[in-house]
């Protein structure tokens, strides 16, 4: 039997409590990869009431066994990188010969943030809502051959004719079409040599250390960032990120071959968020969203935006189940609802399923709800599947069923050990557990159809 190498990725628009999840699980891999985005992605950890917030490294790292990789299809500002560093150091995390950077990730500059911020400020434009972090603009530099890689930070020559033929161009397209000032070259050039000198020690050829730690048996999670539904060709275009947020990236951004994948894993809310604008058929306007929204202590990580809330999409959840060969679910935030009376669900869209391609056919979307009781009792930090209220545990086998995805596991606050891992899943299975009658602690979450 194969050594697990398992995707985690979010199952909506992201902040599904991904952090967490990676964390929990990577004491059983030997190595955590990251494999897109940038640092417009915050994952938070709790570990006894201290609270992380990682943005580029994975959460693997805060475990200390667990070797920890930024994959080539993540978009580094080494800047971020060297304070993230620093900031782990600071509460006694070190991540020498534990953290390696791959020598093909392209590198964030400022004229890259620069550019995406006078793109979202100015009148007219459409906004995306981006963190305006450089992330777009450095992946359009990528995929226009004209980026500049981690590597290249060690060629001077190579360093020096990059930053300043690039920043002529983008001074100028920045001040014709924004009125942007200039940036300076030789302040650019002189912050990235010493950059470069500081992640220096974790720079490394990642694929060749994936794939020869996948070859000697050894186990890797690889960790999405955002959620399928921001992937750049299968979200919610062209209110989605940049880079390919679902299964199908990971392989790409990390140089693992597919046939070393053993499944993948899908983190959701017990209900729904999204940051930013865009479609969201179930967002929950008015007093009742911005409840939800302070129960759930619902706003962004690294910007502190308050998210858009809503219930939870089954006919989302059943495209990001399909698009990304979901094998198990994790329901995370449970307690969040605890005391609603009544939890709508969207188990359709009136008029058909079909996820549209466009904006104007998502504004056409109208959403089914079915209404489920709620338990009305706290779950917070309950551990055992038996002890979850009987309609808590309802809801849950529900929402298997109309996503038609088992689920394996459900967080009920934000610790570690606020977790209830449901024996025997499928879950587990992936994960290289035990399974069998001497694991059966609780009763198995099934999805056995698609609707209810």
Known sequence: MRSPCVIVLGAQWGDEGKGKIVDLLAGRFAWIARYQGGH????????????????????GILRGASKAVIGNGVVLDPQALVDEIASLA?????????????????????????????AESAPGRLRIGTTSRGIGPAYEDKMGRRGLRVADLYDPALLRDHISESLAEKNAIAQALFGAAPLDAGSILETYQGLAEQIRPFV???GALLNAAAARGESILLEGAQGALLDIDHGTYPFVTSSSTTAGG??????????????????????????????????????????????GNEFGSV??????????????????????????LVV????????????????????????????????????????LPGWQTSTEGVTRWQDLPPRARDYLAFLARVSGVEIGMVSTGPERDQTITIAGSKLEQLLGAPTGAAAQEGA?????SARP
């Open 303 to 328: 910007t502190g935006r308050p998210r858009r809330v809503g219930w939870f999409d089954a006919p989302l959840m059943r495209y990001a189940a399909a698009l990304n060969g979901l094998d198990a």
């Open 40 to 59: 417009n992605a915050g994952h938070t950890v709790v570990i006894g009431g201290r609270r992380f917030i990682l943005q580029l490294i994975p959460c």
């Open 444 to 448: 198995r979450v099934r999805g056995n």
């Open 204 to 206: 490394a050829d990642t």
């Open 332 to 371: 995370t935030k449970l307690d969040v609802l605890d005391e609603l009376a009544r939890i709508p669900v969207c188990v359709g869209y009136r008029g058909g399923d079909a996820i549209p391609p466009t904006v104007a056919g998502w504004g056409a979307i109208e959403p089914v709800y079915e209404q």
């Open 250 to 295: 990971a392989c790409i951004g990390t140089g693992l071959a597919p046939t070393r994948l053993t499944g993948a894993i899908g983190v959701s809310k017990a209900y729904c968020t999204r940051v930013g604008g865009g479609p969201f058929p179930t967002e929950l306007a008015g007093a009742a969203g911005d409840d939800l929204r302070r129960r």
């Open 90 to 118: 600071a509460a006694g995390v070190d991540v020498a010969g534990q953290l390696f950077v791959s020598n093909r990730a392209h590198v964030i500059l400022p004229y890259h943030r620069s550019i995406e911020h006078a």
